[in-house]
C-alpha cells in the first residue's frame, strides 16, 4: 500500500510539474500578459558602418511601408515570422531574425550581403556583386567601391571578377589605391589606380571549374603580381615617376614591361 502511494504521489508531482512548464512556457511567449503594447523595438545591422547597404533607419522604413513596424502595436498582433519573411525579401538582406520578449520589446536582427565590387560592362548592365559572388540590383545607394566595366557576363562576374575583388579588398593599400577593373575581349585584366596616370595589366585570370581550387589560384595570382607591383612602385616609380608611363604590363612572370607616354 506504500509503495502504491509513493507512485500516485510521484505521478501527481510530474502532472504538477508539467502543468507548471506549459503555464510558463505559454506565459513567456505571449507579452500580451504583461506588456499589451510594444513599447521598445531594436535593431540591429550588423556592418552598418561598413559597405553595405542598410542602416537601421533603412530598415524601420521598410517596416513602416509594409504596415509591419511593431511600435505601440498590441504584442500579440505582431508576428514574428511576418516581419522576418518581409526583411528577406530585400536583396541586400542575407539573413534576418525577430523576436519577442516580455518586457514588451520587439528585437529584430539583421545581417546584410556586403558588395565588393559595381558592375557596369559593355552591355550596359548596372549591378553589384556580393562577398560570395551574388548579383545584387543596383539602388539609389552609393558605396566607395571598385568599379569594374567592360566585357564582363553574369557568368564570369560570379565566378571570377567577384573573387578577384575580393582578394584586392582584403588589401588596406590596394583598396584605397585601385579604383577600376577593366576586363577586355580577351578576358585579360587591366587595373586602374588611384594614383599614378598609368594602366596595369595582369593578364588573365587563371580558370578551373573547381571552386575551391579556384580561389587558391585566383589568389596566389593576385597576390603574385600585387607584390611585384607594389615593389615596383616603391622602387620604380618613386625613382623615374609617377606619371612617366601610360601602362605597367604584369602578365609574364620575372618581368615587368613598361610603355612609356
Known amino acids: 500500500m ?13 502532472v504538477v510539474l508539467a502543468v507548471y512548464v506549459v503555464l510558463a512556457m505559454t506565459s513567456f511567449n505571449n507579452p500580451k500578459e504583461t506588456y499589451p503594447l510594444c513599447t521598445k523595438v531594436v535593431i540591429n545591422v550588423e556592418d552598418e558602418s561598413t559597405n553595405g547597404f542598410l ?3 533603412e530598415i524601420r522604413r521598410i517596416l513602416e511601408r509594409n504596415r509591419l513596424y511593431p511600435f505601440k502595436k498590441r504584442m500579440a498582433d505582431v508576428n514574428p ?6 526583411l528577406k525579401d530585400s536583396p541586400f538582406v542575407k539573413t534576418a531574425q525577430c523576436y519577442k520578449t516580455k518586457d514588451g520589446c520587439v528585437s529584430i ?25 551574388g548579383i545584387m540590383p543596383n ?19 560570379r565566378r571570377y571578377l567577384s573573387r578577384l575583388a575580393i ?4 588589401d588596406e593599400f590596394w583598396r584605397n589605391q585601385i579604383v577600376q577593373i577593366n576586363i577586355c575581349r580577351d ?5 586602374v589606380p ?68
Not at 6 to 13: F, H, M, N
Not at 196 to 214: E, I, M
Open 194 to 261: 588611384r594614383v599614378g596616370d598609368h594602366v596595369v595589366y595582369l593578364g588573365s585570370l587563371p580558370q578551373t571549374k573547381y571552386v575551391n581550387k579556384r580561389k587558391a589560384l585566383i589568389a596566389g595570382f593576385v597576390e603574385s603580381k600585387l607584390d611585384r607591383l607594389e615593389k615596383f612602385y616603391r622602387y620604380g616609380l618613386s625613382q623615374a615617376g609617377w606619371n612617366k608611363y601610360s601602362c605597367i604590363d604584369l602578365e609574364f612572370d620575372n618581368q615587368i614591361i613598361c610603355k612609356k607616354k
Open 109 to 133: 536582427s539583421i545581417t546584410q550581403r556586403l558588395p565588393v565590387v559595381r558592375v557596369k560592362n559593355v552591355a550596359g548592365d548596372d549591378y553589384y556583386l556580393d562577398d560570395h559572388g
Open 55 to 57: 542602416s537601421v533607419d
Open 81 to 86: 515570422r511576418d516581419i522576418e519573411d518581409k
Open 167 to 170: 582578394e584586392i579588398m582584403k
Open 187 to 191: 578576358l585579360g585584366v587591366e587595373l
Open 139 to 157: 539602388s539609389k545607394y552609393t558605396s566607395d567601391l571598385i568599379i569594374a566595366t567592360g566585357y564582363i557576363s553574369k557568368w564570369y562576374a
Open 2 to 14: 506504500g509503495q502504491r502511494l509513493k507512485r500516485i504521489l510521484s505521478v501527481a508531482l510530474c
